[in-house]
């Protein structure tokens, strides 16, 4: 059997966490970890994580090493600067490490869950290196709020990009 040399570049071009997964949480935050999310992971990043607050009414969950990775590059930035100082805060602020229990569920603390309204309903939002976590009625209005404005967007954000690669 050939192999084919091209084969390793693409599969690390697809590497990247992927999908939306809808949970509920228990009476004491928890929720259960989605089996097609953890198998989308490396093993070294199944376990441990870090949580804290999102860009929008959010919370965000990134993989240990992936939080760990963008902290480094964090950490160069200098803090001489105010703008910077407060980015490195705000980025920070409310940052907690929460692990699988042994059910295979994390528990978001209360302070995470009121920040963003969290009560049952939850989406878990995968893309890149990171997992979002939303209340679910926020996270379909905030989607069909931008809807209308998609095609637009798509022409700002990709528009530009080389597709002669």
Request: net charge negative; aromatic share 10%; hydrophobic share 45%.
């Amino acid at each position: 059997m050939v192999k084919n040399p091209l084969i390793l570049p693409i599969i690390i071009a697809m590497a990247g966490l992927v999908g939306e997964f809808e949970v509920k949480l228990d009476e004491k935050g928890r929720f259960l970890f989605p089996s097609g999310l953890r198998k989308q992971l490396p093993a070294s990043s199944q376990r441990d994580f870090m949580l804290n607050k999102g860009f929008e009414d959010c919370l965000t969950l990134y993989p240990l090493p992936d939080w760990e990775r963008i902290s480094t590059k964090l950490s160069k930035m200098n803090l001489f600067k105010p703008n910077n100082r407060m980015f490195y805060r705000l980025f920070h602020q409310g940052a907690k490490q929460v692990a699988l229990d042994n059910a295979g569920r994390i528990l978001i603390p209360t302070a995470h869950m009121e920040r963003v309204g969290l009560v049952s309903e939850v989406m878990l939002i995968a893309y890149n290196d990171r997992i979002e976590i939303w209340d679910k009625s926020k996270y379909f209005n905030m989607i069909e709020g931008n809807m209308a404005n998609f095609a637009d967007l798509a022409d700002e954000v990709m528009g530009d990009l080389d597709n002669g690669e």
